[in-house]
């Protein structure tokens, strides 16, 4: 463990409870009977972990989970109910958009506005401003009413000011969700930037995408409490399982498992996969190197506990930050596979190789189709292993990205 001295926030058995009445009544009821009228709700229960100094931690979870009460309590604008958060530096969080805003002043006086709710003094501001306007990129609005702006452009300015503060810790609550796809870039290129210079990052976020590009660290919570915690591709393959266990629920099937690296699986499983292995289309042998422009077969080996009549059997890749750069499946392909109680089966499914050199994860994943094949996205998931092969692939060709699609210069007419 990192010595305290590194440590920018602190939490220790946080919890938040709210007091729940059936009717607005009733509170007064029970200051003057002193009779219990109420039932107790925790939104955060048993919070521990700690964020040092310079990470970029994400925050994910489902909707109601905790995870803007967690934030407001560590910005220090909602109270806890039990337990320590210790928080240490200047805080610059973006909360709810335009937190401190009058709609109907200019985007200019807003800067003002916001910037001493942020704790700024006006010399500060004043020095700062043009820097603000500037990357916002809301130069020809400025001087317009706030009211006539969209969500977007009051998000841009509301993290504008945020960052030009220079915080030791910088919190954001999905704010820029609503911005659009230049000015995300910036601002995370921002986050990166206040990360580097040895300020700390927390925020929240639905998209795992944000995850892995961003974040050293993933906290996990579920129902109010810390379900996981670690590095982001781990935190996000435990989110994914989250997500399935809850289509499974309302499919009325039973709960996927999710493992990650081969080896036996725990659960009595519906059809589970008992291996998958890469071969090389030519010669015949396993293999887990990936050489540019050769053809190559992934066989995957399922055994039915019970009857699929409709199944799915696939695989996507990822980066070693966990981004997935493509994927397939039997149900994408227009295909309806079945396995019977008691079958072992293999499904062999081609690849052409076409990646840049450097290491990827191959993950493989079976499901039973709740629909038509005409409904490849409506599916229940039985058995997925994260990090089932690891890959090496290699070219020698010079291209930028992570696959090579091969594009030639064919001229400057069309002929």
Request: aromatic residues 6%; hydrophobic residues 40%.
């Amino acid at each position: 463990m990192s010595e305290k001295k590194d440590v920018a926030i602190q939490v220790s058995g946080l919890g938040k409870m709210y007091r729940m009445y059936n009717r607005p009544s009733d509170v007064l009821r029970e200051l003057v009977t002193r009779r219990t009228r109420h039932r107790e709700h925790w939104a955060l229960k048993d919070i521990d972990f700690e964020v040092h100094r310079g990470e970029v931690v994400g925050i994910i979870g489902r909707n109601g989970a905790g995870k803007t009460t967690l934030l407001r309590i560590i910005a220090g604008t909602l109270d806890h109910s039990i337990g320590t958060v210790d928080v240490r530096g200047r805080v610059s969080a973006i909360m709810v958009l335009g937190t401190g805003f009058n709609m109907d002043l200019s985007g200019r006086e807003n800067i003002l506005l916001g910037g001493l709710c942020l704790g700024m003094t006006h010399q500060e501001i004043s020095a700062k401003t043009d820097e603000i306007i500037a990357f916002s990129g809301l130069q020809e609005f400025i001087e317009s009413p706030c009211k006539e702006y969209s969500s977007g452009m009051v998000a841009r300015l509301a993290f504008s000011i945020a960052v030009s503060v220079e915080p030791d810790i910088l919190i954001v609550d999905e704010a820029l969700s609503t911005g659009d796809m230049i000015f995300n870039a910036k601002s995370y290129a921002r986050m990166r930037e206040i990360a580097r210079s040895g300020a700390t990052v927390l925020f929240v976020t639905h998209s795992l995408q944000q995850i892995y590009d961003l974040c050293d660290k993933a906290i996990l919570l579920s129902k109010g409490t810390v379900a996981a915690t670690g590095d982001p591709r781990s935190v996000g393959y435990l989110y994914e399982q989250m997500v399935h266990e809850e289509m499974a629920s309302l499919n009325g099937s039973e709960a996927p498992q999710l493992q990650i690296g081969n080896g036996s699986s725990s659960g009595n499983l519906r059809a589970e996969i008992q291996r998958a292995m890469i071969f090389d289309r030519e010669t015949g042998e396993v293999t887990n190197r990936l050489v540019d422009g050769r053809e190559y077969v992934l066989k995957i080996t399922v055994t039915g506990n019970e009857t699929i009549a409709s199944l799915s059997v696939g695989y996507d890749i990822r980066t070693q930050s966990g981004v997935q750069i493509y994927g397939y499946s039997t149900s994408v392909g227009g295909i309806v596979e079945t396995i019977n109680s008691g079958e072992t089966k293999d499904f062999l499914i081609s690849i052409h190789a076409a990646f840049n050199s450097g290491s990827y994860f191959l993950n493989v994943g079976i499901a039973e189709n709740m629909g038509d094949i005409d409904q490849p996205d409506h599916f229940t998931m039985v058995h997925f292993i994260g990090d089932s092969i690891i890959v090496e692939a290699s070219t020698t060709a010079l291209f930028p990205g992570l696959v090579n699609l091969k594009s030639d210069f064919i001229g400057s007419e069309l002929g």
